[in-house]
């Protein structure tokens, strides 16, 4: 192949193997291969001056004296190698490579680099990397992801070759993005750039230029699949019937503000021309089912069915309750399908769904089973959106012709981001909580402080109030961590909650054993429920006033927000108690921002500053490809500027099959994925 790596001097099958582990299998991956860091190779430091203070490596550049083997004893040598300049001298020092010292007479000149440390008072440079002469290849040099058979210098020097080869055959380059006037500067200089930059500017320059490549095609791929939606013919419904009057006329509560905004965002798009495609964000407790009733509501006053998927049963069952409540009385079949849902009971179900009398169908993702059909599928809403993985909502949406399509999410971003990001989606939020909601006091604290909290869970359940104790489940050794956790649960159960009856859910466990135990606490048959992070998402038990987060150091914040939002969903005060085993100062500050900010978009904000972008994607599986040069978070402005130029692009008229082919090629088959469902 043209672009095959084993093209590059040194590179056969073997090497081509490890570097395919790094997901390098062309000359133009490699190239894409961008560093991780740059060790600062770009000044001279002076022997004087160079004092290790910092603990990063040095170039220092002088002349070799004295050259020094020692053999403390067999199978054992030490070189030494004394380097100086006009101000001072450093000890150079080799363990057990007796062929280094043919690489040193006295009175050269040598350029070395790497970390100064002191001993015995004098300075000493361990295994630096020398050439020889004075320092050539100025600058900085790369630090790149290494797998297992590969080292820091292997990588450099394939990048150079691929560099050298690029210069004599361009079209080895990755392509440039697929349609922009922005190109600025010549390609190879980029990617030269990337690698060896000679500045930071230099670098910075570079790799914002790549970065808005890459954020402009993954914004064309979004714009042509929301285009290709809105191609679709839509169905249109009706001004609010009388269902919807009825309903909003028996709401046990006033919506709020944002309620009513983001139902009326629905209402538009519902009446609209082309399929709704809306994600309505809203801090846990906002009150993100109400709208979905009203949703499925007006969906079902235009004579077709509506669907509500949940990621786990509990959910399902809760919102089936729920919406039972809320259309007490009204003239709606709803139904509740799950995977425990009894094979007569099941089949029944169906038969009413495919004629049609069933309108509404609440469920998890049994919903999407192939023998599942709806007469006329009108409205889907996935609560939750994140725990789904884009092919689920697909299957989903594809029971209907065009439905309307509801996301509903309690991990909020910001929302030029969502904006950005979502590409295909608009965008509700809902911010404010329901009236009367009281703040969870969030306190951090530490171990010392265990008997006392447990002193103060044992006042509330007294008081015929409920906790929640998390332990951290981390995924590295679920084992050891589910030991624990039951070994907390012993304690607690017989030592110190002896009085209470206490259960137990972890991730190791059977769903319907799992369930039976949250049934029992939501029935408040259990007083104290351990458990590991698995706690599900959106449970609402409104007894339950507190809960301890053990070894809250080990979540992130945009988690440690959600587990928050298990308790505070009743009238009495709530509690969070956040236990830290260690405090890093980033644990610390983490854990200073649960005290002090409430707004679930206030902390995400927080969390995506704090983690990173890396965090930002698993999270949201959105099937969003992995970005080499860009990073969302930093990049956001970039990001704002490609989307107004795909937009503008797309509306001038492009080749579509073209770009399609193109993107692909760039972000590969699960993107493309995306694009085609
Ligand atoms: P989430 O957005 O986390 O899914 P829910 O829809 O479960 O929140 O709502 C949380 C609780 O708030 C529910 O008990 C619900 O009945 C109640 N609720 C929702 N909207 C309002 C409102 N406008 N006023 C008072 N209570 C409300
Ligand atoms: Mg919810």
């Known amino acids: 192949m043209e672009n095959s790596m084993q093209r590059l001097p040194g590179i056969g099958k073997q090497r081509a193997r490890l570097f395919a582990r790094l997901g390098i299998e062309t000359i133009s991956d490699l190239l894409q291969y961008f560093p991780r860091e740059y060790e600062d190779r770009s000044h001279v430091v002076s022997l004087g001056e160079a004092d290790g203070e910092a603990g990063l490596p040095v170039l220092v550049c002088g002349t070799v004296g004295t050259i020094q083997e020692l053999r403390p004893r067999r199978g054992m040598t030490i070189l030494k190698v004394v380097l100086r300049d006009e101000t001072g001298s450093v000890e150079m020092t080799w363990f057990n490579q007796p062929f280094k010292k043919k690489q040193f007479h006295t009175g050269m000149t040598v350029t070395a680099f790497g970390k100064i440390e002191w001993a015995y008072g004098r300075r000493q440079m361990?295994?630096?990397d020398v050439e020889e002469g004075r320092p050539h290849g100025n600058g900085f040099m790369p630090v790149y992801g290494l797998t297992d058979?590969?080292?820091q210098n292997d990588l450099r020097r394939a990048v150079r070759a691929a560099l050298a080869l690029a210069r004599q055959e361009p079209e080895l380059l990755p392509a440039p993005c697929v349609a922009t006037r922005h190109s600025v500067q010549p390609r190879l200089a980029v990617y030269e750039q990337m690698h060896f930059p000679v500045t930071r500017e230099e670098q910075e320059k570079a790799r914002q230029q790549l970065a808005y490549e890459e954020l402009f095609d993954m914004q064309m791929g979004l714009l042509l699949r929301r285009r290709k939606e809105g191609g679709r013919q839509g169905i249109k419904c009706g001004p609010n019937g009388s269902l919807l009057r009825q309903l909003f006329a028996q709401l046990p509560f006033q919506l709020t503000r944002g309620q009513t905004a983001a139902f009326l965002d629905i209402q538009n798009d519902m009446?609209?021309?082309?399929?709704?495609?809306?994600?309505?964000?809203?801090?846990?407790?906002?009150?993100?089912?109400?709208?979905?009733?009203?949703?499925?509501?007006?969906?079902?006053?235009?004579?077709?069915?509506g669907a509500l998927m949940a990621p786990t049963e509990i959910l399902a069952v809760q919102h089936y309750e729920e919406f039972c409540r809320l259309f007490h009385d009204l003239p709606v079949r709803i139904a509740l399908l799950t995977g425990r849902t009894g094979e007569k009971e099941r089949k029944t179900l169906l038969a009413e769904l495919d004629a049609g009398t069933i309108q509404i169908l609440i469920g998890?993702?049994?919903?999407?089973?192939?023998d599942v059909l709806f007469a006329d599928l009108g409205l889907v809403v996935t609560d939750e959106q994140h725990r789904f993985g884009v092919r689920q909502r697909a299957a989903l949406q594809d029971k209907g012709r065009s439905p309307h399509v509801l996301f509903m999410t309690a991990t909020p971003i910001p929302r030029t981001l969502a904006l950005s990001l979502y590409g295909d989606l608009d965008v509700s939020s809902i911010r404010e909580l329901p009236p009367g909601r009281k703040v969870v006091k969030t306190y951090a604290v530490g171990e010392s402080m265990r008997q006392r909290i447990y002193a103060f869970m044992r006042k509330n359940m007294a008081q015929g109030q409920q906790c929640y104790v998390?332990?951290?489940?981390?995924?590295?050794?679920?084992?050891?961590?589910?030991?624990?956790?039951?070994?907390l649960y012993d304690t607690l159960r017989t030592a110190v909650f002896p009085e209470f009856s206490c259960g137990l859910v972890h991730g190791r466990m059977p769903g319907k054993e799992k369930d039976a135990i949250m049934e029992q606490f939501s029935s408040g048959a259990i007083q104290l429920l351990v458990a590991t992070s698995v706690i599900e998402v959106g449970?609402?038990?409104?007894?339950?006033?507190?809960?301890?987060?053990?070894?809250?150091?080990?979540?992130?914040?945009?988690?440690?927000?959600q587990l928050r939002g298990r308790v505070g969903r009743g009238d009495l005060q709530a509690y969070c108690i956040l236990l830290a085993?260690?405090?890093?100062?980033?644990?610390?500050?983490?854990?200073?921002?649960?005290?002090?900010?409430?707004?679930?978009f206030a902390l995400a904000e927080k969390d995506l500053l704090l983690r990173g972008s890396g965090q930002l994607f698993g999270y949201l599986q959105h099937g969003l490809p992995d970005l080499k040069a860009a990073d969302i978070i930093r990049d956001v402005s970039l990001l704002a500027a490609a989307r107004d130029e795909a937009r503008q692009v797309l509306q001038a008229g492009v080749d579509e099959t073209h770009v399609l082919a193109a993107l692909s090629r760039r972000f590969g088959a699960s993107f493309e994925r995306l694009l085609n469902n």
């Open 470 to 487: 998390v332990c951290p489940l981390v995924e590295e050794s679920e084992n050891v961590d589910l030991q624990a956790a039951t070994a």
């Open 126 to 128: 361990n295994t630096p």
């Open 581 to 600: 085993h260690q405090g890093s100062e980033e644990t610390r500050q983490r854990l200073h921002y649960m005290e002090t900010i409430h707004d679930g």
């Open 364 to 370: 998890t993702h049994a919903l999407i089973q192939a």
């Open 149 to 151: 058979g590969l080292k």
């Open 539 to 561: 449970v609402n038990v409104p007894n339950a006033t507190l809960i301890l987060i053990d070894g809250a150091e080990r979540f992130g914040l945009a988690q440690l927000h």
């Open 271 to 305: 009446e609209g021309e082309v399929p709704m495609q809306r994600l309505i964000q809203g801090d846990v407790g906002s009150g993100k089912t109400v709208v979905a009733a009203l949703a499925l509501a007006k969906i079902v006053e235009n004579g077709y069915q």
